[in-house]
């Protein structure tokens, strides 16, 4: 029935997500969920929510998680903008912020820039909502120089850290990148910022160029409950809300409005679950590198990892026969490499026992 496809769905590349089996017995090291249980706090609000309650639609404006996220992350509640996911959050930055602008000579104003090694759901947007790009190559070393970034750039967007790399760019290069660019948006997406890196989101109450994304998958343990975040100046949040009350106004849920807002403010909760991560990926590094493998360093919940001798893609094949699920990206520059998902202790150390086996 394609017949009746419109010309931008003809021309899409869609995204393709992790791959979600149901296996038995599967090691799933390969879409970077948080490998424990989230917040008690955060469940127990759910379990709060009366079921008379869900006859009513949800507040439109998410007061109390807006509050909440403000409230955390050291913010007004009038600078934070929640979504389903950060990624309809992005789709909304891009629809709203990063599209082409004419110019009064009927021009459009450059391109938005980001790197070629990157969340791949960046060009599939660009293609859905018809905005211009150009790719800024990353080092050899997988680092992103923002001076390579070109004068002509309307906007740049970026991963910090970047994903699929696990690399992070320090919040002092980006204050002073915004600073030169004061006309230019400056969108960081720090869906895995928790985990090591450092977040830019002090910088959004003096710099209105700066606008930043985070996730309640990743750190918080909630990618089942779907709930992200942006956090700017009112101006640019305006943007999205015109955006959201154009195709859904309820974008967050009863249950994932009170899960989301009681997940953010457990802080013992968040440093207790962050910091078992990061030592298990302490561990899973020492372990790679054990074996021979060169792993770019992460501040992030996986790695980024190659081995000289044994190619890329039958790696990630030989761990699937063995239950071990990880990520390989049959891409330009980054064949031979898997993102391998930072699991429990036992996942880990189950990984590199298989690796074992397979590369001795």
């Not at 104003?109 to 599939?124: E, Q």
């Not at 970034?149 to 915004?178: K, Q």
């Not at 830019?200 to 343990?221: D, E, G, M, Y």
């Not at 021979?292 to 044994?310: D, L, M, W």
Request: hydrophobic content about 40%.
């Amino acid at each position: 029935m394609s017949e009746f496809w419109s010309k931008v769905v003809r021309g899409l590349s869609p995204y393709t997500p992790g791959e979600q089996p149901k296996i038995d017995g599967l090691i799933k090291l390969n879409t970077n969920e948080n490998p424990y249980p989230p917040s008690a706090k955060a469940y127990s609000a759910i379990q709060a929510i009366s079921a008379d309650s869900l006859r009513l639609y949800p507040d439109p404006e998410s007061t109390d998680l807006c509050r909440a996220i403000g409230t955390a992350c050291g913010v007004p509640a009038d600078h934070v903008f929640v979504g389903n996911g950060s990624d309809e959050v992005l789709a909304f930055v891009f629809q709203g912020l990063l599209a082409s602008r004419p110019t009064v000579m009927g021009q459009h104003d450059g391109p938005l820039v980001f790197p070629d090694i990157t969340y791949s759901f960046y060009p599939t947007y660009c293609g859905l909502y018809g905005v211009d790009y150009q790719l800024v190559p990353l080092e050899s070393d997988f680092s992103l120089d923002l001076n390579r970034i070109p004068e002509s750039a309307r906007a740049v967007i970026f991963p910090n850290p970047n994903a699929p790399t696990g690399r992070g760019l320090a919040r002092d290069a980006i204050e002073a990148f915004a600073t030169a660019r004061p006309n230019r948006l400056v969108v960081v997406d720090e869906a895995y910022v928790d985990f090591g890196a450092e977040s830019c989101v002090p910088l959004t109450l003096h710099h209105k160029n700066i606008l930043v994304t985070q996730s309640f998958s990743k750190s918080r343990a909630l990618a089942g409950l779907r709930v992200g975040f942006a956090i700017g100046h009112p101006e640019l949040l305006d943007a999205l809300n015109r955006i959201k009350n154009s195709f859904n106004s309820y974008p967050i849920d009863r249950l994932a409005a009170a899960g989301a807002a009681a997940s953010i403010l457990d802080t013992e909760w968040f440093e207790a679950n962050r910091g078992k991560v990061m030592k298990s990926r302490a561990t899973l590094v020492a372990g790679l590198e054990a074996l021979g493998f060169e792993v770019v360093p992460s501040q992030a919940n996986f790695v980024f990892t190659r081995h000289p001798k044994v190619e890329g893609a039958m790696l990630a094949q030989q761990l699937r026969e063995r239950k071990i699920l990880v990520r390989h990206f049959a891409k330009p520059r980054i064949d031979q490499y898997l993102r391998i998902t930072v699991g429990t202790d036992a996942q880990v150390a189950a990984l590199i026992e298989a690796l074992g086996d397979i590369v001795r």
